[in-house]
Structures are given as structure tokens and as C-alpha cells.
């Protein structure tokens, strides 16, 4: 069965910083991989999709990476800005013969950019 | 507005009565999804329709919810008996045929079993 780990859970930095949150799984047999932004009460909102033959890929001052050999992908926030302050989370298809069915989330990190 | 949309937002309701929430998917995403997310945890895949057949549930969390899409548009979630551990947030997806990997999620729907 596949898990998803997101460290840290939390992250407070000041506004500016540069920073990184991980994401770990431990089934490599992947075809892609997605982080995905959550505003507290709300939905979830796709911010970057690494498909498995990717190493990473971008979105203004987003970027992602992925190594399934290892099991781990991370998001990293260039220039924070208060307005980035939400819940990431990654999450991993599952699959079954018929093709791919829901999503497997690790629990997110929740970020909070200081002003 | 052809994003997902969810109704009601917010439901409030007394343990034991019977809940339905609706959702209607992004137009001709043939592949609809429900997933149930508790405070501090990830969303958890409970089940998935791709048109109206309904393709997995195994997942669903107990006899008591139920998913239904009779004409391959919009989708019901049931949850009859309502308990406490099922105060949540319930979530739709939809995705395009052929891009099972992409879903696009609605805003959720709030329960709240007192």
C-alpha cells in the first residue's frame, strides 16, 4: 500500500525566505507526482504535476522536483510572499487494471508566511 | 463559472438523520471522485465514477455512505445514519477523459454531526 509523508507538517518563515518542503513515498512505481494548494475551508487547487519520466518542473517561483528511485519529491518557494500561506500537500495516483483511480495525499504542510 | 461545484457548503445535522450532498463535476469530465478529509489529514479516496458506472468502492467507509451518478453528470454522495467521526469535509473531483491523473477538486462540502 502506498504512503505519503510530508515533513515538516508546519513551517513558519518571514516573509522573502526562500524554502523547501519534502515529500516522501514509498511505492517508486509512480507515473506522476502533484502538490497541490489548500486555503484554509477550502478545496484543493493543482499547482504543479511532475509526470515519472520528469525530473521537475516550474511555475513562477515554484518549483518542483522528483527521484522516484528514492521515493522523494520536493516544492520549493522562491521569494515568499505572506499570500503563499496555506497548506501544501503531494499526492500520487492509485492504481488498479482499469487505469488510474483516486489519489493518495500525505497530510500536508502547513505554511505560514510572516509579514 | 465551469469549475466543480459542490451543494450544499456547509451541512449541520443531528447524529442518526441521513445527509446528500451534490456534486456537479466540470462539463464532460467523464470521471468523477468523492474523497472525505478530516482536520490535519490529507483527502482519503472513497470512491469514483467514470460516467455513470461506479468503477470502486471498496473504499468507501462503511455500508452507510453511498455514491450515485444515474446519468453521467452530476453526483450524489449519501451518508444515512450520520455519527460524529463523520463530521468532515467531503470533496469532489472531476477529470478529462484520458487524463485520469488530473482531477480538478470542488470547494468541499462542510459536515457537522452534532
Known amino acids: 500500500k502506498q504512503e505519503v509523508t510530508q515533513i515538516p507538517a508546519a513551517l513558519s518563515v518571514p516573509e522573502g525566505e526562500n524554502l523547501v518542503l519534502n515529500c516522501s513515498f514509498t511505492d517508486s512505481a509512480i507515473y506522476n507526482l502533484q502538490w497541490f494548494r489548500q486555503d484554509p475551508g477550502k478545496g484543493l487547487t493543482s499547482l504543479l504535476l511532475?509526470?515519472?519520466?520528469?525530473r521537475e518542473q516550474t511555475s513562477g517561483r515554484l518549483n518542483a522536483s522528483l527521484d522516484k528511485s528514492s521515493g522523494r519529491s520536493t516544492l520549493y518557494i522562491a521569494a515568499s510572499q505572506p499570500g503563499d500561506s496555506a497548506t501544501y500537500l503531494c499526492?500520487?495516483?492509485?492504481?488498479?487494471?482499469?487505469?488510474?483511480?483516486?489519489?493518495?495525499f500525505g497530510k500536508g504542510t502547513h505554511l505560514i508566511i510572516q509579514p | 463559472d465551469t469549475g466543480v461545484s459542490q451543494n450544499p457548503r456547509h451541512k449541520i445535522t443531528k447524529r442518526g438523520q441521513n445527509v446528500t450532498f451534490r456534486c456537479d463535476p466540470i462539463s464532460e469530465h467523464n470521471r468523477l471522485y468523492w474523497y472525505r478529509q478530516t482536520l490535519g489529514q490529507g483527502p482519503e479516496f472513497l470512491t469514483y465514477f467514470q460516467n455513470e458506472a461506479q468503477l470502486e468502492k471498496s473504499r468507501l467507509l462503511s455500508d452507510r455512505f453511498s455514491a450515485e451518478r444515474p446519468k453521467g453528470s452530476f453526483s450524489t454522495l449519501e451518508i444515512q445514519r450520520t455519527e460524529q467521526g463523520d463530521s468532515a469535509m467531503y470533496l469532489c473531483?472531476?477529470?478529462?477523459?484520458?487524463?485520469?491523473?488530473?482531477?480538478?477538486f470542488g470547494p468541499g462540502t462542510r459536515l457537522t454531526v452534532l
Open positions: 511532475i509526470q515519472s519520466s520528469q
Open positions: 499526492a500520487v495516483p492509485m492504481y488498479s487494471g482499469g487505469g488510474a483511480d483516486g489519489l493518495t
Open positions: 473531483a472531476s477529470s478529462p477523459l484520458g487524463r485520469a491523473d488530473t482531477q480538478y
